[in-house]
């Protein structure tokens, strides 16, 4: 088991002529973690990874690999494991010759070549498959070999470009869980880049969600998922219902759309205005809020999705707008049916002021 490297970046930017990669970056990865890239398609994830392996060089900044400034340094000299989408094996080798190459390259001993290949294909399950070619494997098992060669020269870093992007939902979600448990076992730092947020939220020790180039918010997953930082940040994670706060004539706020009341705080910054990010887990039927201060407010439900173990509703407000609520089928028969008068309610503490933006 290797320790993981710290990798910072600082104020890293890349430039494509007029277009901005990557803004201005100031990242901070520690030792071990399970750091995740989130972002939508062009966000400037894999820019970011591409400089961190030295494949493309920054417009401005430093990389730094356990304190060391490695942004001129060559790719093969930052000891750093990659694993791509397209999982990119030698066609021509064998998976034993695929996991050996990085060992080979570095003159490793023929029996050290054959002690951690051994054990990098016995930890991705593959230790029967060493004479395979990468055609007769599964997209699965490829991406397997994939994982076992970049990890064979125990590096300290690992990068992870979506790499089960190409994988159906089945075997994608089984993969999650076997990165999760390799990682535990082979301890080196993992950078991950997915724009998919539930492989994101599963995976990750800590989450940095990145829009136009640059990170929007950082946290673990369930401060990004329950205090979502920015209005970009609360839709990007989950689903959500943003409502707009409106300071009242008198004192206090406002929900334009619910025509209810919000007693929560708001920060100081948003004196015009503000908007509340709530969940639609979190908006309930009013009799099943509990005690304590709530928000309420009474709806019409416009349309139910059943999802198996879920209802999923929409529902009309005074204001005009529609919310969206779950609810766990009860199997009472008592889901609600278009056109249903429904009394709502949040807790105030489910209710997320973002600044205006
Ligand atoms: P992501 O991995 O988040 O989808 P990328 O890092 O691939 O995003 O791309 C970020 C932005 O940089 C995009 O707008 C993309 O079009 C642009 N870009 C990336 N590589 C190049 C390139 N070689 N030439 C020009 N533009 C590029
Ligand atoms: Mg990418």
């Known amino acids: 088991m290797t320790r993981g490297a710290v990798v910072e970046f600082r104020n890293v930017s890349r430039h494509y002529g007029a277009v901005v990669a990557v803004a201005g970056c100031d990242l901070r990865v520690e030792a071990g973690e399970f750091f995740t890239l989130l972002g939508p398609s062009g966000s400037g994830k894999t820019t970011l990874l591409n400089m961190l392996a030295g494949f493309i060089e920054p417009s401005g900044g430093a990389i730094l690999i356990d304190g060391v400034?490695?942004?001129?340094?060559?790719?093969?000299?930052?000891?750093?494991?990659?694993?791509?989408?397209?999982?990119?094996?030698?066609?021509?080798?064998?998976?034993?010759?695929?996991?050996?190459?990085?060992?080979?390259?570095?003159?490793?001993?023929?029996?050290?070549?054959?002690?951690?290949?051994?054990?990098?294909?016995?930890?991705?399950?593959?230790?029967?498959?060493?004479?395979?070619?990468?055609?007769?494997?599964?997209?699965?098992?490829?991406?397997?070999?994939?994982?076992?060669?970049?990890?064979?020269?125990?590096?300290?870093?690992?990068?992870?470009?979506?790499?089960?992007?190409?994988?159906?939902?089945?075997?994608?979600?089984?993969?999650?869980?076997?990165?999760?448990?390799?990682?535990?076992?082979?301890?080196?730092?993992?950078?991950?880049?997915?724009?998919?947020?539930?492989?994101?939220?599963?995976?990750?020790?800590?989450?940095?969600?990145?829009?136009?180039?640059?990170?929007?918010?950082?946290?673990?997953?369930?401060?990004?998922?329950?205090?979502?930082?920015?209005?970009?940040?609360?839709?990007?994670?989950?689903?959500?219902?943003?409502?707009?706060?409106?300071?009242?004539?008198?004192?206090?706020?406002?929900?334009?759309?619910?025509?209810?009341?919000?007693?929560?705080?708001?920060?100081?910054?948003?004196?015009?205005g503000a908007l509340l990010s709530v969940r639609p887990e979190k908006i309930m039927r009013a009799d099943a809020v509990g005690a304590g201060p709530a928000v309420r407010f009474d709806a019409v439900v416009a349309e139910i999705v059943f999802s198996g173990d879920i209802h999923r509703y929409t529902a009309r407000c005074a204001g005009g707008k529609t919310v969206s609520f779950k609810e766990h089928r009860t199997g009472r028969g008592d889901a609600l049916k278009p056109g249903d008068k429904v009394a709502l309610a949040f807790r105030l503490e489910a209710a997320v002021p973002l600044p205006e933006s």
């Open 69 to 272: 400034d490695v942004t001129s340094i060559p790719t093969e000299k930052r000891n750093i494991g990659m694993v791509f989408q397209n999982y990119s094996l030698f066609p021509h080798m064998n998976v034993g010759q695929n996991v050996a190459f990085p060992l080979k390259m570095r003159r490793a001993e023929k029996a050290t070549v054959r002690k951690r290949v051994d054990a990098a294909l016995e930890l991705v399950g593959l230790g029967a498959f060493r004479d395979r070619m990468p055609n007769q494997l599964s997209g699965g098992q490829r991406q397997r070999v994939a994982i076992a060669r970049a990890i064979v020269f125990e590096p300290k870093v690992l990068l992870m470009d979506e790499p089960l992007g190409a994988l159906d939902l089945k075997l994608r979600e089984r993969m999650q869980m076997e990165i999760r448990q390799y990682r535990d076992q082979i301890g080196c730092t993992v950078i991950y880049v997915t724009h998919d947020q539930g492989e994101a939220l599963t995976l990750s020790d800590r989450i940095v969600i990145m829009n136009e180039g640059r990170p929007v918010q950082i946290g673990d997953p369930e401060a990004i998922y329950d205090r979502p930082a920015t209005r970009f940040a609360a839709e990007f994670i989950g689903e959500t219902n943003i409502l707009s706060l409106l300071p009242k004539p008198d004192a206090g706020w406002w929900i334009e759309e619910l025509g209810a009341p919000f007693a929560g705080s708001v920060p100081a910054a948003s004196g015009r």
